[in-house]
């Protein structure tokens, strides 16, 4: 029997694209419309906002840890998080949590890794891109970064908050990030994080003046992967 994946919620959009990339592409592994047992816990998505704002990372530690609580009583054997800001606070969480977590920014350098991409530009929530969630993975990998400028991760940080999360995916967005994006390539990058887990909702790899790295995507196949080869 495949183990029981557990996702730990937080906004919305990024929560759902990891389910149904897990229920669909299940089929792919385990036979026609089969995937493995999935349970899924969100706190409200203001109270991880309260924490972020405060950089605040017990705070959101405690928010992870309550819901792999309660995931683990639901009969989880291992936990995912489909959202990038979070594995700031994972210090404070993978020792005192119940069950055992793969980590978001650790499965997108293992398949950049394998794709054999050297620098990589970073697009996410500015606190990520500041942060050290993929500055460190990535330099523990051997890979290279950017982020895109000061302004620009400030406006980036906006979009994500004021539409991304609530689902709005407008032309003029999907240009501005493209034009990110082209300032990345300038830059020598070889591929692009997509660091916020809505972003892939937005910009498709046919749009992207890069090759992609759909953070989403990577982490619901990696859990696919573990929850059936164990």
């Known amino acids: 029997m495949p183990q029981h994946i557990g996702i730990v919620a937080c906004s919305a959009e990024g929560a759902a694209l990891c389910y149904r990339t897990i229920c669909l592409e299940g089929a792919d592994l385990l036979g026609p419309h089969s995937h493995p047992e999935v349970s899924m816990h969100s706190h409200p998505f203001a109270e991880y906002v309260k924490c972020f704002s405060a950089n605040d990372w017990a705070g959101v530690a405690e928010l992870m840890l309550s819901s792999s609580e309660k995931l683990a009583k639901a009969g989880a054997d291992f936990l995912i998080a489909p959202v990038n800001t979070v594995y700031q606070a994972f210090d404070l969480v993978q020792h005192r949590s119940p069950r055992p977590w793969l980590h978001i920014a650790v499965e997108v ?6 794709r054999h991409y ?6 996410g929530a500015s606190q990520l891109m500041e942060g050290p969630v993929y500055r460190e993975t990535l330099k523990s990998a051997g890979i290279d970064h950017r982020v895109p400028e000061a302004e620009q991760r400030q406006r980036l940080n906006q979009i994500i908050f004021d539409e991304l999360v609530k689902g709005e995916f407008l032309p003029r967005t ?4 493209v034009e990110v ?10 591929a692009v994080v997509l660091g916020c887990t809505e972003i892939p909702l937005l910009v498709s790899p046919e749009a992207a003046p890069l090759p992609t790295l759909d953070s989403t995507r990577i982490l619901a196949r990696a859990a696919l992967r573990k929850a059936v080869e164990g």
Not at 109 to 114: D, I
Not at 118 to 123: A, E, N
Not at 174 to 177: E, I, M, R
Not at 181 to 190: P, S, V
């Open 109 to 114: 350098a293992n398949e950049a890794k394998r």
């Open 118 to 123: 050297k620098r990589l530009g970073v697009l």
């Open 174 to 177: 999907l240009a501005y990030c």
């Open 181 to 190: 994006m082209r300032g990345l390539k300038d830059e020598g990058c070889d």
